[in-house]
């Protein structure tokens, strides 16, 4: 057996010495010293041996598999050196040559539009609606009926409010008004919320209109609330996302869930209040509608309106973006034009 030993190990380093390449050098691993390979058979048989032959044997086994283990690292440590030496001689890497530069994914507008109204108004005391209390899929209960909309109001009819297939009195939620029914249904006064979210409505897309767009609602509730207080907290948000110099107006206005309500203009940041297509020559945009609760709402919400009062306002956060951002046609917002998108 022992010259079977010697035999595989002459046999083994001539075929190292031979090599000429990593892969040969791991054909003969296999060969010699894996679980089937020549010397494991060999030592299979040495539990036929007394107990000093095999501890003779057994040793001189071991002995020749860690010198051919050591002879193949050897070579294989040749042959990776003289690899790498190669590859480094003919893949240099030129360090003056200039850095190709990976785009990085940006903020869309109207969600920079968004985290930037919102943040406005926590710091004025608004906390944000749970997104279960906005839901976009609404009954006509919370998109009308709880605002005192009309039963034959226009806006409940097809040609403005798109209605599900399934049931009629399911509809995609034309205004985040909604959410303010859900917030006094489940919350008590004081209240001091607003609610972000997307609404529909059956529009002819064009400059000014889309089908789909974004709204923020507002809603305030407590004792003593006043018009004057409506007033003071939409003029300073107006101040602190446009600037001091942007003039605006309140307008009268009619909203069935509020009463009194108004409409706030901003003057037309693409003519300075001179009149052009955007403005529809009135120098002025609406930015958003606002109002004092109307106590009907407030009485179906079991809120005492002798006891409470609170005002209401909703806007567009496309329109808000088109005036600060002197944009002006609302579908770039949703073309996914890189060359308008990557100047945001």
């Known amino acids: 057996m022992k010259t079977q030993l010697e035999n595989i190990y002459n046999t083994a380093t001539t075929d190292i010495e031979k090599a000429v390449s990593i892969s040969e050098l791991d054909d003969i691993r296999l060969k010699y010293l894996s679980r089937k390979g020549e010397l494991n058979n060999i030592k299979k048989g040495l539990k036929d041996l007394s107990d000093e032959d095999k501890r003779t044997i057994g040793a001189y086994a071991n002995k020749i598999s860690q010198d051919l283990e050591t002879l193949l690292q050897e070579k294989h440590n040749a042959f990776y050196s003289e690899e790498l030496k190669k590859r480094l001689e003919t893949e240099r890497i030129d360090i003056t040559l200039t850095?190709?530069?990976i785009p990085m994914g940006k903020i869309h507008p109207l969600t920079q539009t968004t985290n930037e109204i919102v943040s406005i108004f926590q710091n004025l005391g608004f906390s944000v609606v749970d997104s279960s209390l906005s839901p976009e899929v609404e009954t006509e209960y919370y998109n009308f009926d709880m605002l005192n909309v009309p039963k034959d109001h226009p806006a409940?009819?097809?040609q403005d409010t798109f209605y599900s297939n399934i049931a009629n009195n399911v509809v995609l939620r034309s205004q985040t008004s909604g959410a303010q029914i859900h917030v006094m249904e489940n919350r008590k006064p004081p209240i001091k919320v607003i609610a972000p979210g997307r609404v529909y409505?059956?529009?002819?897309?064009?400059?000014?209109?889309n089908n789909f767009f974004h709204q923020i609602e507002?809603?305030?509730v407590d004792k003593g609330v006043t018009f004057g207080d409506l007033k003071g907290v939409l003029n300073e948000f107006v101040r602190l996302y446009f600037g001091s110099s942007r003039p605006t107006r309140f307008?009268?206005?009619f909203f069935p869930f509020t009463e009194p309500s108004a409409e706030v203009d901003v003057q037309c940041i693409m003519c300075q209040g001179k009149g052009c297509k955007i403005c529809s020559g009135t120098g002025w945009l609406e930015v958003l509608g606002c109002g004092m609760v109307d106590v009907n709402v407030l009485k179906g919400l079991d809120i005492d309106p002798d006891v409470y009062s609170g005002f209401a306002f909703g806007m567009g956060v496309e329109r808000l973006a088109m005036l600060k951002y002197a944009v002006d046609d609302i579908r770039l917002f949703f073309n996914n034009d890189k060359r308008f998108l990557e100047q945001f």
């Not at 409505?201 to 209109?209: G, Q, V």
């Open 218 to 220: 507002g809603l305030y």
């Open 201 to 209: 409505r059956n529009e002819n897309i064009n400059a000014r209109k």
């Open 251 to 253: 307008r009268s206005s």
């Open 99 to 101: 850095g190709k530069s």
């Open 156 to 158: 409940r009819d097809v």
